[in-house]
């Protein structure tokens, strides 16, 4: 239940489908390193960065209602310099970008929860983990995490919590999807319209497409031309 105005982000948009369905009614944003799915995105989303998203963008913090990430299943160097699975880099970097009892909808393979439950349960409450059904489940083995971030948790829920994600990224394939209830169960979340500005969303590349009408419009290479051209 999403409200007219509310803010929603997916920084691994790929083609926007995924959020531009989710996100009927509020205000679309999203992110992509692939330039062709990036213009594709932009055709069904209200405002897409071409760039990677987590080194070539700069988003103000506490300014979305809701975070969808689907992020790569992989792992990559962070900035430490050490190898960490790239859901749990794209996790610590976005949720930032919460406001304050936003919404997070995680889409990660269920054994990579063990490198997430941490954050996880540190910054958000009452989360839930939800398997996809089982047709769908063999290829990655995924799930979804919701959670509602929270600026205060005990050291006690957030313990158990964290317990609860660790358990779950223990378990075989088969015994996981028996003891996580299915995706259709999950509850229904209503989703705020945004109160004040975005004030910062943009890349810190230029993107060719979007520069060339400027420059056209502006009338510089014409100016450039004239300059250079031989008298």
Known sequence: DI??????????????????QLGAGGVTYGIELDHQRAQKSRTRLHKVIWGDA????????DSFNLLYL????????????KEKRMEEQFLRKYMGNLVQEGYLLFVIPYYVLKHCAKPLSRYFRDVQVFSFPESDFGGFKQCVVIGRKQKLISKKEAQDTQ???????????????S??????????????????????????????????????KAGIMSTVLSELAPR
């Open 3 to 20: 409200e007219e105005g509310a803010r929603l982000l997916d920084p691994c948009s790929g083609k926007g489908k995924t959020l531009s």
């Open 54 to 61: 987590l080194t070539e963008v700069r988003i103000s913090q």
């Open 70 to 81: 689907n992020p790569p299943y992989d792992t990559a160097l962070a900035s430490d310099g």
């Open 163 to 177: 317990e609860y994600l660790e358990k779950f990224a223990t378990l075989l394939p088969e015994f996981f999807l």
């Open 179 to 216: 003891a996580a209830p299915p995706l259709k169960d999950m509850p229904e979340i209503s989703i705020p319209a945004a109160q004040g500005p975005l004030k910062t969303f943009q890349g810190t590349k230029v993107d060719p497409l979007e520069a060339i009408p400027l420059i056209r």
